[in-house]
């Protein structure tokens, strides 16, 4: 059994999208049934489709994850922040 890493498979979804799963089985040189479960897998779990081996996708983030996952989300916003009062700030100082 051959295996395919998470960027072949991405693509090869998108693929199969613009021409179809048995054209894009064929040029691609893989089973049709592969690619059809890649493409229900795609579905059923968007970016966590293809999470590798030994990896659950619905494993239980660590404290480490969350707290890094908030302090993105608290940068992201701080961010956000500082854009607008930089346009703000640029937009009074052409006056």
């Known amino acids: 059994m051959r295996k395919y ?16 799963v048995k054209r894009a089985a064929a040029q691609l040189g893989i089973p049709y049934y592969s690619l ?7 579905k059923a779990f968007g ?6 081996s030994g ?5 239980p983030l660590s404290e480490n994850e969350r707290r890094l996952i908030k302090e ?12 607008d009062a930089l346009f703000f700030f640029a937009k009074d100082r052409k006056r």
């Open 36 to 42: 059809a479960e890649w493409r229900q897998k795609q």
């Open 55 to 59: 990896i659950r996708r619905d494993a």
């Open 72 to 83: 993105n989300a608290e940068l992201r916003k701080a961010n956000e922040i500082l854009k």
């Open 5 to 20: 890493d998470k960027e072949f498979k991405e693509e090869s979804v998108k693929l199969s999208d613009e021409i179809g």
């Open 47 to 52: 970016d966590h489709a293809f999470v590798g």
